[in-house]
């Protein structure tokens, strides 16, 4: 499994490396790689929080990433392409695979790191990271449609023809007031980890590498998860109060993520290079929090379909209960034929389920006095035509919630395969 | 001292009052309030890493988030005050210091708290933070020179004739490229803790009791800390990959924050008021951190004048040791004339020293396709006019690092001395 911690990996080589030619941290780092006990340990260095060291391979069937316990932090790129050359696209593509193995490792984005290089040339790694453990930090990409076909339906890098049929812009949902500018994009990458300075430090060091090819179209931090994606993980709340994600498909689900996040070898002829990949799907869900903060508890709790306290179904029972939609209420069922839990229930969407991997934001202040923010909704599904758009649809024309949202951004790629060693991740889409 | 832990906190009470009602959770509350020892604790809920569950008295001399050692993550927030009452200022007043004393004790905002009110009524906290410790939150207010007077020089509140001398607009400095929605502001509040999610909950919560009162001016989040305010602290790393903070006040120097961040009683006949209190400087410094990645690792050191690995000052020593202003070097002194370290070092500005508390942030992209990111500036000095106008004068003028910096935001607070039990925040400006 690529989501499972590496204990195996040289944990002291990593630790000494990242902290590279830093005075007085060596002994630190060695006492970090002695407490690295069966995949994760609380490395202290100084008064700063103790921190996963755990370190998911880059490398595998699938990317890390996806099916990964959920990290607690996110910064999330879009890229466009602004070279019109394969060759240069490829070449990125290997320097990026290259790159994100080694920091998945808790190295230096290169090998001459942060301060070891001559000292007139700019470093490879800009060092930001130094001293920081893996955090448990993933690596995801994706390919966004227009990397296949321009406005007017050119091909771009000679691969229109693999351009999987699901793969299109996603359509115009009722309630989307989208900015350009924080939608769409060629490429993408997903960074995650428990701190967000390690995630950071991923997402520039891919731009820095990918100066002259790529521009940054937007990006997003995140600094709160807002789902699980393992059943050891608890279920964190999002900024309605709520917990969010308990229905998740979860990694311990097997038979469930090859049902609903991996695409499947015979899903889509034209795009054999999916197979063992999934689709990403990104929304920017503002919440209208000051407005949501003045609805009674009773309101919310029915908006949701859910108790704000444990996360139990409105029908009772615990968090994870069953939602009994028949159960009567006072005035029609308990559980609101509009309540968010029973319109995005699968049970209404031929069972479909998603694995949703979202981050609460918090981006500074709107016009009307208010803050900006909500959830970066972040969804890996198998076919974005079954598992997302019928539900999205659903949620836009009959969720009560959606008096408290706006989507302000939106995008969808294919996420690859994971790469094997010796391979650059989407190999298989250049090259077979 | 107000930033002594306290460990005699109810904190079962705590843990138990913010989990509230939530079912299952009650025993995790146990464990984290027996494993809460000598003032700090690894609470772990779930796969969640270890959190500081220190909780730092928002009452005492002094406001805490100033000395108290600096927390990893940031939420600041500026608001401009809506009513032109003076009643309803001060009762604003009344009700964040009351919030403000809760939060910080990892208590709900309001005494109902976010489950067990009404459910005909509006939860009097909004949740999020629900099952989250104190995570070392600390909340700090600041009065801007807007709240004395506006724009006409009208007192707006009767409070015009105790104005701070000093308390005024921040000069245009050179370089500056102010955003008027990411500067200036009336109110302001600082929220530091471990875990973000706790910080985003705190100003949330003042900003929906400030419905009506007050509104968001402009928001700022900041993931990593770039500063250190305890000699306990390892010094952490700016977006330059530099170590930064190195020679900040500390609170281990008493002297020192006496001289140089507290307001004497003297200081100013008409702000008696601020005895005790300090000078909140917040400028959004934007690096241009693509054409920073492209210098050679010799230049990036020259412009700062230490080392990218230790931080050592390039004339050697290790990371504490003071600079040589006079080692020659190949081409004049080995640490240029227009180093950093230099231009701002207290040699050459009568000794005048900050307490800097700054993060890192990254806001989403620029138009340009780089990173909208930089350091989110925070100082708190006992007088603007000697401890930071000369100080940024100086650096616009002649710091080699101007030519990677934008400053977009900027703004001055009088931050008012800590309230005693009993008082509100600010209580002698209104009253004495």
Same mark, same amino acid.
């Given at each position: 499994?690529?989501?499972?911690p590496?204990?195996e990996q040289p944990?002291?080589?990593?630790? =000494?490396?990242?902290r ?14 002695g407490?690295?006990?069966a ?7 100084? @008064?700063a929080?103790?921190?996963r060291?755990d370190a ?6 699938h990317?890390?990433?996806?099916t990964t316990?959920?990290?607690d932090?996110?910064h999330f790129?879009?890229?466009?392409v602004t ?5 240069q ?5 290997q320097?990026?695979t ?5 920091m998945?490792r808790?190295l ?7 301060t070891e ?6 470093p490879d @790694? ?6 920081l453990?893996a955090?448990?930090?993933?690596i995801?990409f994706?390919?966004?449609?227009s ?5 007017q339906?050119?091909d771009r ?7 999987p049929a ?7 949902f009722?309630?989307d ?5 924080r939608s ?6 997903q960074?995650?980890a @428990? ?6 430090h991923a997402i ?5 590498i990918g ?14 998860r ?5 059943t ?5 709340r999002?900024?309605?109060g709520?917990?969010d ?7 311990e ?5 090859e049902k609903?996040v ?6 889509d002829?034209k ?6 990949g999934?689709y ?5 869900i503002n919440m ?7 609805q009674p ?8 379909g ?7 179904p409105?029908?009772g ?6 939602p009994?939609?028949?159960?009567p209420g ?5 559980i ?10 699968? @049970? ?17 202040s709107?016009?009307?006095?208010g ?6 909704? &972040?969804?890996?599904v198998?076919?974005?035509?079954t598992?997302f758009?019928? &539900? ?5 024309k ?6 408290? =949202?706006?989507v302000?951004?939106?995008? =969808?790629f ?6 094997a060693?010796?391979?650059y ?8």
């Amino acid at each position: 499994m690529t989501e499972t911690p590496t204990p195996e990996q040289p944990t002291q080589k990593r630790g =000494l490396s990242r902290r590279g030619l830093v005075g007085g941290t060596a002994a630190a780092a060695g006492l970090a790689a002695g407490a690295f006990v069966a995949g994760r340990a609380t490395a202290s260095e100084g @008064d700063a929080p103790a921190r996963r060291t755990d370190a998911f391979s880059f490398r595998g069937e699938h990317q890390a990433g996806i099916t990964t316990p959920a990290q607690d932090r996110l910064h999330f790129a879009a890229f466009d392409v602004t070279t019109g050359s394969r060759a240069q696209l490829i070449a990125l593509l290997q320097a990026w695979t290259e790159a994100a193995d080694r920091m998945t490792r808790g190295l230096p984005a290169g090998e001459g790191g942060p301060t070891e290089g001559a000292s007139n040339l700019p470093p490879d @790694d800009t060092g930001e990271a130094i001293g920081l453990p893996a955090s448990g930090l993933t690596i995801t990409f994706g390919f966004g449609p227009s990397l296949f076909r321009d406005e007017q339906g050119r091909d771009r890098f000679g691969i229109a023809d693999r351009q999987p049929a699901a793969l299109r812009t996603l359509p115009h949902f009722p309630a989307d007031m989208l900015d350009p500018e924080r939608s769409y994009g060629d490429l993408c990458v997903q960074a995650c980890a @428990d701190d967000p300075q390690v995630a950071v430090h991923a997402i520039r060091n891919l731009a820095r590498i990918g100066f002259g090819t790529v521009a940054v179209r937007w990006s997003q931090l995140g600094f709160g998860r807002t789902s699980t994606t393992s059943t050891s993980q608890s279920t964190p709340r999002n900024l309605f109060g709520f917990k969010d994600g308990t229905a998740n498909v979860k990694a311990e689900e097997p038979a469930a993520v090859e049902k609903h996040v991996w695409v499947g070898a015979e899903d889509d002829a034209k795009a054999a290079w999916l197979a063992g990949g999934s689709y990403l799907v990104t929304r920017r869900i503002n919440m209208h929090i000051e407005t949501w903060d003045r609805q009674p508890l009773g309101d919310q709790e029915g908006f949701v379909g859910r108790t704000k306290a444990s996360g139990a179904p409105l029908s009772g029972g615990q968090e994870h209960s069953e939602p009994d939609f028949e159960m009567p209420g006072s005035e029609g069922p308990v559980i609101p034929v509009d309540a968010h839990v029973r319109v995005v229930h699968p @049970d209404f969407h031929q069972g479909a389920r998603m694995l949703r991997r979202g981050y609460n934001f918090v981006d500074g202040s709107n016009p009307l006095g208010g803050l900006d923010a909500g959830l970066f909704f &972040i969804a890996f599904v198998r076919d974005p035509d079954t598992h997302f758009i019928p &539900i999205q649809n659903a949620m836009a024309k009959s969720d009560a919630l959606m008096e408290y =949202l706006k989507v302000t951004g939106s995008a =969808l790629f294919a996420a690859p395969p994971g790469a094997a060693a010796g391979e650059y991740v989407g190999q298989a889409l250049f090259e077979a």
